[in-house]
Protein backbone atom coordinates (compact mmCIF):
# COMPACT_ATOMS: atom_id res chain seq x y z
CA UNK A 1 0.00 0.00 0.00
CA UNK A 2 1.39 3.53 -0.84
CA UNK A 3 1.88 6.06 1.81
CA UNK A 4 -0.03 9.28 1.56
CA UNK A 5 2.80 12.09 1.34
CA UNK A 6 2.33 15.86 2.52
CA UNK A 7 3.93 16.78 -0.64
CA UNK A 8 1.89 17.19 -3.44
CA UNK A 9 2.22 17.78 -6.98
CA UNK A 10 1.67 21.58 -7.74
CA UNK A 11 3.19 22.53 -3.99
CA UNK A 12 6.21 24.96 -4.61
CA UNK A 13 9.26 22.85 -2.30
CA UNK A 14 13.25 23.87 -1.70
CA UNK A 15 15.70 20.94 -1.74
CA UNK A 16 16.70 20.79 2.42
CA UNK A 17 20.07 18.40 1.56
CA UNK A 18 23.03 17.44 -0.77
CA UNK A 19 25.65 19.79 -2.05
CA UNK A 20 25.40 23.34 -2.07
CA UNK A 21 24.81 25.78 -5.05
CA UNK A 22 28.60 26.49 -4.94
CA UNK A 23 29.76 23.30 -5.28
CA UNK A 24 27.10 22.64 -7.92
CA UNK A 25 24.31 20.84 -6.41
CA UNK A 26 20.67 21.71 -6.19
CA UNK A 27 20.38 22.27 -1.84
CA UNK A 28 18.53 25.80 -1.61
CA UNK A 29 16.86 26.07 -4.60
CA UNK A 30 13.23 26.07 -4.67
CA UNK A 31 10.86 24.91 -7.56
CA UNK A 32 7.42 23.42 -8.51
CA UNK A 33 6.42 19.35 -7.94
CA UNK A 34 5.49 18.33 -11.88
CA UNK A 35 5.02 14.33 -10.19
CA UNK A 36 5.12 12.41 -7.32
CA UNK A 37 6.13 8.83 -7.70
CA UNK A 38 4.51 7.11 -4.20
CA UNK A 39 5.90 3.70 -5.00
CA UNK A 40 9.50 5.04 -5.33
CA UNK A 41 8.92 7.86 -2.53
CA UNK A 42 10.77 9.75 -5.10
CA UNK A 43 9.43 13.85 -6.77
CA UNK A 44 10.19 15.12 -9.94
CA UNK A 45 10.26 19.24 -9.07
CA UNK A 46 10.84 21.72 -12.11
CA UNK A 47 14.64 23.08 -12.75
CA UNK A 48 15.85 20.63 -9.82
CA UNK A 49 18.47 17.68 -10.29
CA UNK A 50 18.89 17.62 -14.34
CA UNK A 51 20.70 14.97 -15.53
CA UNK A 52 22.07 14.75 -19.33
CA UNK A 53 20.12 12.70 -21.48
CA UNK A 54 21.28 10.72 -24.64
CA UNK A 55 19.25 9.65 -26.87
CA UNK A 56 19.77 7.90 -29.84
CA UNK A 57 19.15 9.42 -32.79
CA UNK A 58 16.32 8.41 -35.12
CA UNK A 59 13.81 9.45 -37.86
CA UNK A 60 10.32 10.63 -37.06
CA UNK A 61 7.54 10.08 -39.32
CA UNK A 62 8.05 13.23 -41.13
CA UNK A 63 11.90 12.56 -41.88
CA UNK A 64 13.42 14.95 -39.33
CA UNK A 65 16.50 13.41 -37.34
CA UNK A 66 15.79 12.96 -33.82
CA UNK A 67 17.95 12.09 -30.88
CA UNK A 68 21.35 13.68 -29.33
CA UNK A 69 21.58 15.77 -25.68
CA UNK A 70 19.08 16.63 -23.79
CA UNK A 71 18.63 17.99 -19.93
CA UNK A 72 15.63 16.20 -18.10
CA UNK A 73 14.66 16.71 -14.29
CA UNK A 74 15.12 13.28 -12.34
CA UNK A 75 13.21 12.07 -9.29
CA UNK A 76 14.68 13.05 -6.69
CA UNK A 77 13.75 11.31 -2.89
CA UNK A 78 10.72 12.97 -1.07
CA UNK A 79 12.79 13.07 2.22
CA UNK A 80 15.20 15.63 0.56
CA UNK A 81 13.00 18.45 -0.14
CA UNK A 82 10.23 20.50 2.00
CA UNK A 83 7.27 22.59 1.68
CA UNK A 84 7.58 26.13 1.48
CA UNK A 85 5.66 28.30 3.17
CA UNK A 86 3.68 30.81 1.22
CA UNK A 87 4.35 33.96 3.47
CA UNK A 88 7.83 33.46 4.12
CA UNK A 89 8.96 32.12 1.82
CA UNK A 90 11.16 29.48 3.76
CA UNK A 91 10.68 25.60 4.22
CA UNK A 92 8.26 24.17 7.01
CA UNK A 93 6.98 21.50 8.38
CA UNK A 94 3.15 20.23 7.20
CA UNK A 95 0.40 18.30 9.32
CA UNK A 96 -3.22 17.67 9.13
CA UNK A 97 -5.96 18.37 11.12
CA UNK A 98 -9.95 18.00 10.97
CA UNK A 99 -12.11 21.10 10.37
CA UNK A 100 -15.49 21.25 10.11
CA UNK A 101 -17.33 22.91 7.52
CA UNK A 102 -20.11 24.90 9.06
CA UNK A 103 -22.62 24.86 6.36
CA UNK A 104 -23.36 21.33 6.00
CA UNK A 105 -21.46 19.91 9.29
CA UNK A 106 -19.19 18.01 7.21
CA UNK A 107 -15.88 17.50 8.37
CA UNK A 108 -12.61 17.68 5.89
CA UNK A 109 -9.13 17.19 6.17
CA UNK A 110 -6.95 20.57 5.89
CA UNK A 111 -3.15 21.40 5.69
CA UNK A 112 -1.37 23.32 8.01
CA UNK A 113 2.09 24.26 9.14
CA UNK A 114 2.82 23.09 12.31
CA UNK A 115 6.75 24.31 12.84
CA UNK A 116 5.75 28.24 12.28
CA UNK A 117 3.87 30.18 14.79
CA UNK A 118 1.30 31.18 12.33
CA UNK A 119 -0.59 28.08 11.88
CA UNK A 120 -2.46 29.29 9.11
CA UNK A 121 -3.49 27.16 6.11
CA UNK A 122 -1.63 26.33 3.17
Not at 10 to 32: M, N, P, T, Y
Request: hydrophobic fraction near 30%; avoid cysteine.
Amino acid sequence: MAQKFKIKKGDLVQVISGASAERGGDRGKQGKVLKVFPETNRVLVEGINRVTKHTKAGQSERGTRTGGIEHVEAPIHISNVAVVDPETKKPTRVGYRIDTVERDGRQRTVRIRVAKASGKDL
